[in-house]
């Protein structure tokens, strides 16, 4: 599959601590960008392995990405790299947080390839969700803001011009 036509969603979240993780809020995710056609990858979902083991699997999974979804309801160290790879290679990053978690870090949140997704309840994260298509989705340079910023069908998503 070549670079332009590769459609794979990176779902990220906290590792740590995995045996608490609520999977109802990543299982959405999944079932949302599997329903756009998309294949998806969910690291806390995968065996455990050693540290390099699981460095090397996700970074090649990220490598391959279209898209990364960030539950970043918990700080981790993991997802804030994930992200900064994104960053760095021009993935645009959809991060979810629900509201009774706020304040997020203003480094993530701060970020120009970050669409940044805040919900009280699944019900509300779900509609949102809907109305965002990722085939639509590309980082590209805003000659409004002068950054290389998540365009929506073709319209900035930080100062909302074309």
């Known amino acids: 599959m070549n670079e332009l036509s590769k459609k794979n969603v990176y779902i990220a979240c906290s590792m740590i601590k995995s045996k608490k993780i609520d999977?109802?809020?990543?299982?959405?995710?999944k079932n949302w960008a599997e329903l756009q056609k998309y294949s998806t990858f969910v690291p806390v979902k995968m065996a455990e392995g050693s540290p390099v083991i699981v460095f090397e699997r996700d970074m090649s999974w990220l490598k391959g990405s279209s898209v990364i979804v960030a539950d970043v309801n918990e700080p981790s160290h993991?997802?804030?790299?994930?992200?900064?790879?994104?960053?760095?290679?021009?993935?645009?990053?959809?991060?979810?947080?629900?509201?009774?978690?706020?304040?997020?870090?203003?480094?993530?949140?701060?970020?120009?390839?970050?669409?940044?997704?805040?919900?009280e309840e699944e019900k509300?994260?779900?509609?949102?969700?809907?109305?965002?298509?990722?085939?639509?989705?590309?980082?590209?340079?805003?000659?409004?803001?002068y950054e290389k910023t998540i365009h929506i069908k073709k319209v900035c998503t930080k100062c909302e011009k074309n």
Request: negative net charge; charged residues 25%.
């Open 78 to 119: 993991g997802v804030g790299m994930e992200i900064m790879y994104a960053y760095n290679h021009d993935i645009p990053v959809v991060c979810l947080l629900d509201e009774k978690n706020k304040p997020l870090s203003r480094m993530v949140e701060g970020s120009p390839h970050i669409l940044l997704v805040s919900y």
């Open 23 to 29: 999977f109802s809020l990543l299982d959405l995710i």
């Open 124 to 145: 509300d994260l779900e509609k949102q969700l809907g109305n965002l298509k990722l085939e639509e989705m590309k980082v590209n340079y805003c000659e409004s803001c």
